[in-house]
């Protein structure tokens, strides 16, 4: 077949790759497919692929099957099959992280124009067109260097790929004025699982009424797992490889994503979301501007040392996300504390919880760089790697540990959120207490549970669990 209005397209997807190039490849193909363009791919097959999908779109796939080792043989076999299916292609697409100039090059006398599509703006490229559709601070700048002087840039959300069922959906779409229902889905791939994690903490919500649709893609290594996590909550409702994702999304309040490409999807519906960086590509987009620091998820001792060494700090403050009803009062009083005795050298690591005298809930922690770097160096044990500070007050001939203490011993009240008795208990003094733009102090929830014995009386028989070693 010889035509001169043909589009070829290289791109690949896999468990390992996920399939976000597909998705905005098969979005640019269909609206070109509108247009009159011809357009076909070439596409290396690999587990959990998406070449059964272009094809069920109606579109030819041609499989690579030779040695994909390096940008030359993958041209050469890219030229090959040029070669033999006598294609003139007006254009080529290449969609692929692991291809650039090189490849480009070997390939620009075969073809009319190249269209690059990149986001990750970390190899030079010899194209005509380079489309970049993620949003960056230095976004007009990234590319300096690494394209043709000639090259035109078309770069940020207003070029974003979305398919025609998110344009058609886009004037159905309603206000959103409550959160009834929730969309959960991590990708097509979610190599790492963090569908199933998300669930697991939608679960502690215990809001048997949130609606929740929770999507996963054909490329998902975990689909039985997260099935079967579906089956367990109420209201919840297992997806497959959807092809109404448009109609989901609109039909959202809030959703909980990762931060590829669906997250334009999401914004072009005005759908609420958190966004999660689940690949390093999709950092700086999701952050948008707020300072953000991506380590070692099980390392959480690392995770702190290295965001403490890439803010250059002397001092660091630790309070855990299970403490909702943390006094910001309280930490200033103890960042007071540390600070008057810094100087001298006689403090190391304060603590409100080596002596407890305030609620469980209350927790807060202030320690030197100093000692994180030493624990960081030093601590072995899985608890030490995951609690960050055991290995500091555990070994208090080291350093110098001070206990920050109340006037009145309140370590009795249980405020601190890890079982669904925590959340309802948390959740009723919400209801009662929260004001937008008021700050809920100590002294105003124990007031609360003064007058409502049966709020506090909601978690009394919960028993802490201990740190494992």
């Not at 194209?127 to 300096?144: A, F, G, P, T, W």
């Not at 840039?153 to 009834?180: C, D, N, T």
Request: with cysteine; net charge negative.
């Amino acid at each position: 077949m010889t035509t001169s209005n043909l589009v070829c397209i290289r791109t690949d997807s896999s468990e390992l790759i996920g399939t976000g190039h597909v998705m905005r490849d098969l979005a640019l193909a269909q609206a070109l497919g509108r247009r009159g363009s011809k357009v076909e791919f070439a596409c290396r097959p690999a587990r959990g692929d998406a070449i059964g999908v272009l094809e069920s779109a109606g579109f030819r796939v041609h499989r690579l099957l030779g040695n994909s080792a390096g940008e030359a043989s993958d041209a050469a076999e890219v030229a090959l099959l040029l070669d033999r299916s006598r294609i003139n292609c007006s254009w080529l697409v290449v969609d692929h992280y692991g291809l650039g100039s090189q490849w480009e090059s070997n390939l620009r006398s075969r073809v009319g124009r190249i269209l690059v599509i990149d986001d990750l703006a970390n190899r030079a490229h010899d194209c005509d067109v380079l489309l970049d559709q993620n949003l960056y601070s230095d976004m007009e700048r990234r590319y300096d260097g690494l394209v043709p002087p000639y090259c035109k840039r078309l770069l940020g959300p207003g070029y974003a790929l979305l398919r025609e069922e998110f344009r058609r959906m886009r004037p159905a779409v309603r206000p959103r004025k409550s959160i009834r229902h929730m969309l959960l889905s991590m990708g097509g791939a979610d190599a790492g699982n963090a569908t199933s994690k998300a669930l697991a903490a939608v679960s502690l919500l215990g809001a048997a009424a949130l609606v929740t649709d929770v999507v996963v893609g054909w490329a998902n290594p975990h689909v039985a797992q997260v099935k079967a996590q579906c089956e367990t909550l109420p209201n919840t409702y297992f997806h497959q490889a959807v092809e109404n994702m448009a109609e989901l999304v609109a039909a959202a309040d809030i959703a909980i994503s990762a931060g590829g490409i669906s997250l334009w999807e999401r914004c072009y519906l005005g759908l609420p979301s958190v966004s999660i960086a689940i690949a390093s590509n999709q950092i700086e987009t999701v952050r948008c501007g707020a300072g953000i620091f991506r380590g070692s998820e099980s390392d959480v001792l690392e995770r702190y040392y290295q965001a403490a060494t890439e803010a250059s700090a002397d001092v660091v403050v630790r309070v855990t996300s299970d403490c909702p009803l943390f006094d910001g009062q309280l930490l200033t009083k103890m960042l007071e504390r540390f600070q008057e005795k810094m100087p001298d050298g006689i403090i190391d690591y304060l603590s409100n919880s080596l002596k407890r005298t305030f609620p469980r809930g209350l927790d807060a922690e202030v320690f030197t760089f100093a000692a994180l770097k030493c624990a960081y160096e030093n601590a072995t044990t899985p608890a030490e790697r995951e609690h960050v500070t055991p290995y500091l007050y555990r070994h208090p001939e080291r350093y110098n540990l001070q206990n920050y203490s109340g006037d009145i011993d309140l370590s009795a009240h249980r405020w601190t959120l890890d079982t669904r008795e925590d959340y309802e208990m948390i959740s009723a003094v919400y209801e009662n207490l929260y004001l937008p733009g008021v700050l809920i102090s100590t002294s105003d929830v124990l007031e609360f549970l003064a007058g409502c014995p049966d709020v506090e009386n909601l978690n009394i028989n919960i028993e802490q669990k201990a740190l494992g070693y």
